[in-house]
C-alpha cells in the first residue's frame, strides 16, 4: 500500500520532542517529507530539515519561512505544536507570566499559520491541526493561564476553520488528557514527591494512565489524512475518557 502521505510536505512545530517528534516519526513513516521547527533540535535525526524557530517572536518566524521558501512552494499540513506551560492560579501568575503564554500558546500559532497558508493554499488537500489541551475543558487546578491560552487556541481553531473553509485548507484542533512527555517529567521533577504526583495524573484519568504521545500523533495523522475531506472546525479529545466519562468509584 502507498503510504498516506507519499510526495506530501508537513510542516511541524515544537518537533523536537514529545508530541511534536511523534508527530515527525509518525508522518516520515507514512512518506512526508517533514519540516521540522523547533528552539532545539532535541531528538530529531538527520533525515529532518530541521530550521531553528522561535514560534513567540516575529523575527524568527519570518526568518524560518525564508528557509522554508528554499526547501518547498507548497505545505499540505500544518501542524501547531510548541507552547510552553504555566502553573499557579489567576493570583499568582504575573503580568508578564500572562504575556508570555498567551504570546506562545496563541499568537505564536497565528504567526506560524499566517506566513504557512499561501504555502497551503497551493495543496490539493490542506490540513491544519492545533494541539490544545484538556485543559481547555476541564478546569484543572493550578492552571489558569495555561487553561485560558488553551481555551484559546479551541476558539481560534473554530475561526480558522470558517475563514478557509471555502478555500478548502481543513482546521482541527487536539485535545489531549495529560500525556506522557518530557515537559511533563519536568513538572513531577519539581513536585515533591514525583512518584505519587505522577500516580495522581494517572488515576485522574479514567483509563489509569498518561496519554502517550504516539496516540496524539496518530490521532494528528487521522485529522490530517485527505480522506478525512469532511473533517473540519473539530475539536478532538485524546484524554483517555477525561473530559466525557463520570465512573463509579
Known amino acids: 500500500m502507498t503510504p498516506r502521505f ?7 512545530t515544537g518537533a523536537g520532542s514529545g508530541i511534536g517528534f ?3 516519526r509518525s508522518f516520515q513513516q507514512e512518506g512526508a517529507k517533514v519540516i521540522a521547527l523547533d528552539l532545539n533540535k532535541g ?3 538527520g533525515s529532518d530539515s530541521w530550521i531553528e524557530c522561535d514560534i513567540g517572536d ?7 519561512f525564508q528557509q522554508i521558501s528554499k526547501l518547498t512552494k507548497q505545505i499540505d499540513v500544518l501542524v501547531n505544536v510548541a507552547g510552553i506551560g504555566a502553573v499557579g492560579t489567576v493570583e499568582t501568575a504575573t503580568d508578564q507570566e500572562w504575556l508570555n503564554v498567551m504570546n506562545v500558546n496563541v499568537i505564536g500559532i497565528g504567526r ?4 504557512a497558508i499561501p504555502y497551503l493554499r497551493n495543496s ?22 495555561y487553561s485560558a491560552s488553551k481555551g484559546a487556541v479551541n476558539a481560534l ?13 481543513r482546521v482541527n484542533c487536539i485535545n489531549p488528557g495529560t500525556a506522557d512527555t518530557p515537559w511533563v517529567t519536568r513538572l513531577l521533577a519539581e513536585a515533591k514527591d514525583p512518584e505519587v504526583e505522577k500516580a495522581r495524573l494517572n488515576a485522574r484519568q479514567p483509563m489509569g494512565r498518561l496519554v502517550s504521545s504516539e496516540e496524539i500523533a496518530s490521532a494528528i495523522l487521522y485529522l490530517a489524512d485527505p480522506a478525512q475531506g469532511s473533517t473540519t472546525g473539530t475539536i478532538l479529545a ?3 475518557g477525561m473530559q466525557g466519562l463520570r465512573l463509579r468509584k
Not at 507519499?6 to 511541524?12: D, N
Not at 516575529?58 to 524560518?64: D, F, H, L, M, Y
Not at 506560524?112 to 506566513?115: D, P, Q
Not at 481553531?157 to 485548507?169: Q, R
Request: hydrophobic share 50%; charged share 15%; net charge negative.
Open 124 to 145: 490539493a488537500s490542506a490540513s491544519i491541526v492545533n494541539i490544545g489541551s484538556i485543559a481547555a475543558t476541564a478546569g484543572l487546578p493550578d492552571r489558569a493561564v
Open 112 to 115: 506560524v499559520t499566517r506566513l
Open 238 to 240: 485524546v484524554d483517555g
Open 6 to 12: 507519499e510526495g506530501k510536505v508537513a510542516l511541524i
Open 157 to 169: 481553531t473554530l475561526a480558522m476553520a470558517a475563514d478557509y473553509v471555502h478555500e478548502g485548507i
Open 22 to 24: 511523534a508527530a515527525t
Open 58 to 64: 516575529s523575527t524568527s518566524v519570518n526568518n524560518a
Open 43 to 45: 531528538s530529531l535525526n
